[in-house]
C-alpha cells in the first residue's frame, strides 16, 4: 500500500512538474500534495533510524551502543558481555572483514608505492643553460655562482675575454652577466650574499647554510641555523638543500642520525636533480642488497653527469652485478652528457686554469 501511495505521489509530482502555472499565472494544486508531504516525511525519518546504533546481539537500540568490535570495527553491541556472547557468531564475518581490510590496505600501499617509484625514477630536466652562452651548464667546478645577480655561469664565459662596442678588449674584473665589478674583500661578498637571501635566493641560502655547518668564512659554527636555512632553501626548490639536510641525517652533522630521514630528503633533492643525492641513493639500495634499483639510480646520476655513478656502474659490471649491456648504456648516457656541456671556450678556460675543469 505504501509502495502505491508513494508511486501515485511520484506520478503527480511529475503531472504537477509539467503542468505548474495556469494561463493566469496561479498555482496548479490537488489532493495528493499533503499525501507526498507525509510521504517525504516518513521517508526522512527512516534515514535517520538507520542511524540509530543497534546491538548485534541482543537488539537493544541507543546511542549508549558504543561497544565497537575490536577487530572489524563493523558492529556494535550495548555492553562487552553482549560482545562474548555473540562472538562465536560473528567470528566468521569479523576474519571476512578483516581479510578485505586487509586486502584494501595492501593494494592501497601498492598504488602508493607504484605512484613514489614513479616520480623518483623519473629522469629529472637537466641542468639550466648558462645565461651567457646557452649551453648546458656542467657540474662542479665548471660552473660559478655570482652573488652579485645570483646567476650560474660556466668558466668558459667567466674566462672569455670582453670587448667594448668598438671591439677593444675591456677589464674583465666584473660580472660577465649583470657587469657589477667583482667584490675585492669578503665582507663584500658576504654582504652580497645576505642581499639575495632577502630577495628568496635558495642557492644563496644553502651556502650560507654550508658556511654555518662548516663555521668558516667568519661564521660561527652552528647547526640549527645550517638546517633552517636548507629547509627554507628546499622549499623554495633548490634541490641541494635537501640533499645537505639528507647528508646531515645520514652522518649525524648538526642532526641525530636517522637514516630513514635521510632517504626521505635524498629521495626530494634526487627528484628535484641532484646527483649527488641520487648516487647516495644508489650506494644505500646496493648495501640493502637491492642491486636493481640501485642501477636505477646510478644511471640516472649518470645522464646528469655524475662520473662516481659511473665508475660504480663498471665495478658492478666487474663484479657480475650488472651487465655488460649496462656498462655500455651508461658509457652511453655519459657520453651524451658530455655532448652537451662541451665548448671550445669552457676547453680554453680548462687549459688556463685547473680550477675551471667540467669534466
Not at 118 to 129: A, C, M, T, Y
Not at 204 to 233: C, I, S, V
Not at 298 to 306: E, H, N, P
Request: aromatic share 8%; with cysteine.
Amino acid at each position: 500500500m505504501v509502495i502505491d501511495t508513494v508511486s501515485r505521489c511520484s506520478n503527480n509530482m511529475n503531472i504537477s512538474n509539467n503542468n505548474t502555472t495556469t494561463e493566469a499565472g496561479t498555482d496548479i494544486s490537488n489532493d495528493n500534495d499533503g499525501v507526498c508531504e507525509v510521504i517525504g516525511q516518513l521517508q526522512y525519518m527512516s534515514t535517520d533510524d538507520n542511524n540509530i546504533s543497534v546491538c548485534a546481539n541482543c537488539g537493544k537500540e541507543g546511542d549508549n551502543v558504543n561497544n565497537i568490535c575490536n577487530k572489524c570495527k563493523m558492529v556494535k553491541y550495548c555492553n562487552a558481555s553482549c560482545k562474548k556472547k555473540h562472538r562465536h557468531k560473528h567470528k566468521k564475518e569479523c576474519e571476512e572483514h578483516q581479510r578485505l581490510a586487509t586486502e584494501k590496505h595492501n593494494e592501497e600501499l601498492r598504488i602508493a608505492a607504484e605512484k613514489h617509484d614513479e616520480e623518483l625514477f623519473k629522469q629529472p630536466p637537466p641542468e639550466d643553460d648558462c645565461p651567457i652562452c646557452f649551453i648546458r651548464l656542467p657540474l662542479g667546478t665548471g660552473m660559478t655562482y655570482m652573488s652579485c645577480c645570483g646567476k650560474r655561469i660556466c668558466s668558459g664565459c667567466i674566462y672569455a675575454p670582453v670587448y667594448d662596442h668598438k671591439g677593444n678588449e675591456v677589464d674583465n674584473e666584473k660580472c660577465p652577466f649583470c657587469r657589477i665589478p667583482t667584490p675585492y674583500t669578503n665582507e663584500e661578498a658576504m654582504e652580497r650574499k645576505k642581499k639575495r637571501i632577502e630577495m628568496n635566493d635558495p642557492i644563496a641560502m644553502t651556502n650560507l647554510g654550508n658556511y654555518y655547518r662548516d663555521g668558516r668564512n667568519g661564521f660561527p659554527q652552528d647547526y640549527d641555523k645550517a638546517l633552517e636555512l636548507w629547509h627554507r632553501a628546499g622549499e623554495l626548490g633548490y634541490a641541494g638543500a635537501y640533499s645537505a639536510i639528507g647528508y646531515a641525517y645520514h652522518f649525524g652533522k648538526g642532526a641525530e642520525h636517522d637514516m630513514k630521514r635521510a632517504m626521505h630528503y635524498y629521495e626530494l633533492a634526487a627528484i628535484g636533480g641532484n646527483e649527488v643525492a641520487r648516487n647516495n641513493l644508489g650506494t644505500w639500495e646496493k648495501r640493502e642488497g637491492i642491486k636493481e634499483r640501485a642501477l636505477k639510480h646510478y644511471m640516472i646520476a649518470v645522464r646528469d653527469g655524475y662520473a662516481n655513478s659511473l665508475d660504480t656502474i663498471k665495478r658492478m659490471y666487474t663484479n657480475g652485478h650488472a651487465t655488460k649491456e649496462d656498462y655500455m648504456k651508461a658509457l652511453q648516457l655519459y657520453q651524451t652528457y658530455l655532448g652537451e656541456i662541451k665548448s671550445d671556450q669552457r676547453d680554453k678556460a680548462a687549459a688556463a686554469d685547473e680550477d675551471c675543469r667540467y669534466y
